[in-house]
């Protein structure tokens, strides 16, 4: 857990007395809306469709149990009694006054957090692996490396007024669970020929209106020139930009019109200006914020507790569990344990101030007094002793935190929706939680194996649809909400981009498209193993619309003869 110096602290601090300040003038009929409106934004704070949104940062998604505690109380104090982890690792308070958030704010800075910058114009929460610094397959701990990208664009004069918001997502590992290729700049950490630290380097990635896999403009790209190579890319985002339209503001438009090929060249030609200057890292920089970093002290244990491995064998539901919510970790005897905010009759991503506090003492006793938040929206125990892990699961299902279902069907990623957002055109929540009734069933949910199903409730695409196995989007079709089907998108590694179904379907309509998928998926795999998105890259996508709109009136003899020929 990184740990503020003085300069650290303040700052939020002194962002807490500004803020207090601007609100109490806005309050007193001193400063308009418009004068405002970019104050509160870059405080975190939006005017959705009931009351005030409160973003709070959670840096790299990495959370001290006193956070937790923290974040509890602001539930519980200034709002509802809950909050929602969003897929940029951070969370938001849904029902705050305006009156009140100066002293959530200060609330916050007594643990070392914020909700600078996430919003507005500027560099967001910079994200990462929720498994860093405990994967097996780790190159590098991305935390490290994300805590300079934070103090690097933190109040950065150059990235104060920049065409449109901007997000970075750092991976440290062979496997990407970052999801670097679809973000503004994905960094991916490799090694060289002679063992040498570097990022392969990714540009103009992103979802929303215009959904792009993000191009690689530099396959190595040694730590050292780190932060003087994304001043480069910055500098000729912000110089040709576009600023005139919000709609082709964001930097993949602009790598797509200028082309990949131009746009690394513009940067290469920027970064000769930049290369080997002051903002060069040294050794010594990064060794002072890797010191700042409380480290676990893990002990030498055997790597199969026989209490872990009896209670396996004796226990199904507890095997289960562990199948799907628990993780290797690079020290033998240990594992990470994912909480699952994805209870069928729950908000995707929602969490009560009591479940919050509960998870802050199972992190104390449990987990070095740590816990991350996923892009998936789930809460992470990283440093778990195997022996604990039976015990663990029976605090955690007495909490409603134990689903098995993480990486199946049901681990809905989904954003607030029409329910809360200004900008929805359709809600994202009900539809959610009527395909978890439909498959609540966790013997069928493990017979489907890996699906994931992502809702975005607008174009935005804050659920992330067009990487989704399968992707809903809310769209609206004259005042009447309906939903867009795509299938075939996907994350990490393989990233894609779904393909567009067919027409929108009602609300009530969904859960039968989502069943009609699944018949044919698991009619069509080749075996257990093979998954969804796999199935529809091997037949493609035209055996799936013909099911689902081929056969809108036919009975169930017709459609069991057509689920044997598509």
Same mark, same amino acid.
């Given at each position: 857990m990184y740990v503020y110096d003085k300069i650290d602290q303040r700052l939020v601090e002194e962002r807490v007395a500004q803020f207090r300040d601007q609100t109490r003038r806005f309050l007193a009929g001193e400063l308009s809306e418009d004068d405002f409106r970019p104050l509160r934004l870059r405080n975190g704070l939006y005017i959705q469709l009931?009351?005030?949104?409160?973003?709070? /940062?959670?840096?790299?998604?990495?959370?001290?149990?006193?956070?937790?505690? /923290?974040?509890?109380?602001?539930a519980r104090t200034w709002d509802r009694g809950y909050g929602h982890f969003s897929t940029r690792q951070n969370i938001q308070f849904n029902w705050p006054r305006l009156e009140d958030v100066p002293d959530i704010l200060a609330k916050l800075a007594t643990v070392q957090m914020h909700a600078i910058q996430t919003s507005g114009n500027c560099v967001r929460n910079i994200? /990462?692996?929720?498994?860093?610094?405990?994967?097996?397959?780790?190159?590098?701990?991305?935390?490290?490396?994300c805590e300079v990208l934070r103090q690097w664009s933190t109040f950065n004069p150059e990235f104060?007024?920049?065409?449109?918001?901007?997000?970075? #997502?750092?991976?440290? /590992?062979? =496997?990407?669970? =970052?999801?670097?290729?679809?973000?503004?700049?994905?960094?991916?950490?490799?090694?060289?020929?002679?063992?040498?630290?570097?990022?392969?380097?990714?540009?103009?990635?992103?979802?929303?209106r215009t959904p792009v896999i993000g191009h690689v403009i530099r396959e190595f790209l040694p730590w050292q020139h780190l932060l003087t190579y994304l001043d480069a890319i910055l500098r000729v985002y912000n110089r040709y930009g576009r600023r005139d339209n919000l709609n082709k503001a964001r930097i993949k438009i602009l790598v797509k019109e200028r082309t990949p090929e131009v746009f690394r060249k513009e940067v290469e030609a920027e970064w000769a200006h930049l290369k080997d200057g002051p903002a060069t890292l040294i050794a010594g920089e990064i060794e002072r914020i890797e010191r700042r970093f409380t480290r676990a002290?893990?002990?030498?244990?055997?790597?199969?507790?026989?209490?872990?491995?009896?209670?396996?064998?004796?226990?199904?539901?507890?095997?289960?569990?562990?199948?799907?919510?628990?993780?290797?970790?690079?020290?033998?005897?240990? #594992? #990470?344990?994912?909480?699952?905010?994805?209870?069928?009759?729950?908000?995707?991503?929602d969490a009560s101030a009591d479940q919050m506090d509960a998870v802050a003492d199972l992190a104390d006793r449990y987990s070095f007094g740590e816990l991350r938040v996923s892009h998936e929206q789930n809460l992470i125990l990283a440093d778990v002793r195997q022996a604990d892990l039976h015990e663990v699961w029976q605090k955690v299902k007495a909490l409603g935190l134990a689903t098995p279902n993480i990486g199946l069907l049901t681990n809905i990623i989904c954003c607030p929706g029409g329910d809360f957002c200004s900008l929805a055109n359709a809600k994202s929540i009900p539809v959610a939680e009527a395909i978890q009734r439909r498959f609540d069933d966790l013997d069928y949910l493990h017979d489907i194996g890996e699906l994931d199903l992502n809702i975005s409730g607008c174009m935005n695409a804050c659920g992330h649809h067009h990487v989704g196995h399968i992707g809903i989007l809310g769209v609206d079709k004259q005042g009447e909400e309906f939903y867009q089907i795509s299938i075939g998108g996907a994350q990490g590694d393989d990233a894609a981009l779904g393909k567009v179904l067919g027409p929108s379907v009602s609300q009530a309509e969904v859960p039968d498209v989502i069943e009609k998928l699944i018949d044919l998926y698991l009619a069509r795999r080749d075996s257990e193993e093979e998954r969804f998105v796999d199935v529809v890259r091997r037949i493609g996508i035209e055996p799936f619309k013909e099911y689902v709109y081929g056969n809108h009136h036919q009975g169930s003899a017709a459609r069991s003869r057509q689920l044997a020929t598509a």
């Open positions: 009931h009351a005030p949104m409160l973003r709070v /940062a959670i840096p790299y998604g990495l959370l001290a149990s006193r956070q937790l505690r /923290a974040l509890a109380y602001i994200t /990462a692996d929720h498994f860093a610094g405990i994967a097996p397959d780790e190159i590098v701990d991305p935390f490290v490396w104060s007024y920049l065409p449109r918001k901007f997000k970075i #997502a750092v991976n440290g /590992a062979l =496997a990407d669970r =970052a999801a670097t290729q679809v973000h503004d700049i994905g960094l991916h950490a490799v090694r060289n020929a002679n063992g040498e630290v570097g990022f392969r380097v990714l540009v103009g990635g992103g979802l929303g002290h893990y002990q030498k244990l055997d790597p199969l507790a026989s209490g872990y491995v009896l209670a396996l064998g004796r226990d199904k539901a507890f095997a289960n569990w562990v199948r799907r919510n628990v993780h290797p970790h690079k020290m033998p005897g240990y #594992a #990470a344990v994912t909480l699952s905010l994805k209870k069928t009759g729950v908000p995707p991503g």
